[in-house]
């Protein structure tokens, strides 16, 4: 093989090496951006950040981290309360939730689509009420027949915290609910 040859050989197979080794950081790269990017990353939550949220049918059920109390609708037998406390990672949870969906902008009638208001009996009422950075808002919405993006974030926000609640020993250990909201 003529030393042309080989030199064109060497080069040949140098550009098809490199340029495999471009592709796969390429695609590595990808794959990272990919996975970081379903990584939930929680920010930290200031230090007067708390927030009560009723829920439910005629907003009944509720979880309050200002009186870490938590209320159960038991539908016929009433309501049960317990002393729950969210740990800080749950709560930096939730606060980094509440700045991904911009909880402080949003007033009162802001939740409310342009759709019809359904008629719901028992009609199912969401109130909040959020502190954070020496600021307080408070805002509330009824069942819609057409849901905003707005109203479609803070209900994934409100089973996320029913969740987290619903999880502790402490929510476990009261009554289950008798009867149903017809």
């Not at 007067?48 to 037998?77: A, C, M, R």
């Not at 930096?92 to 939740?111: C, L, T, V, W």
């Amino acid at each position: 093989m003529s030393i042309n040859k080989r030199i064109a050989l060497f080069f040949s197979v140098f550009l098809l090496v490199s340029y495999s080794s471009a592709c796969a950081n390429s695609e590595n790269e990808r794959d990272d951006k990919e996975v970081n990017e379903g990584v939930q990353i929680d920010l930290e939550a200031p230090d007067d950040f708390d927030f009560s949220l009723n829920y439910g049918p005629y907003g009944i059920q509720k979880v309050d981290t200002f009186e870490e109390i938590v209320i159960k609708d038991l539908v016929e037998n009433g309501v049960a309360e317990a002393n729950i406390s969210l740990s800080t990672n749950e709560m930096n949870r939730i606060y980094s939730e509440m700045i991904k969906i911009d909880i402080m902008q949003i007033r009162e009638g802001d939740a409310v689509d342009d759709g019809v208001e359904c008629v719901s009996e028992p009609p199912i009422v969401t109130e909040w009420t959020v502190q954070m950075n020496d600021e307080t808002n408070s805002f509330s919405f009824d069942v819609l027949c057409e849901e905003s993006e707005v109203v479609s974030d803070l209900k994934e926000l409100e089973w996320l915290i029913h969740e987290m609640v619903a999880s502790k020993d402490e929510y476990k250990e009261l009554p289950e609910p008798v009867g149903f909201y017809e």
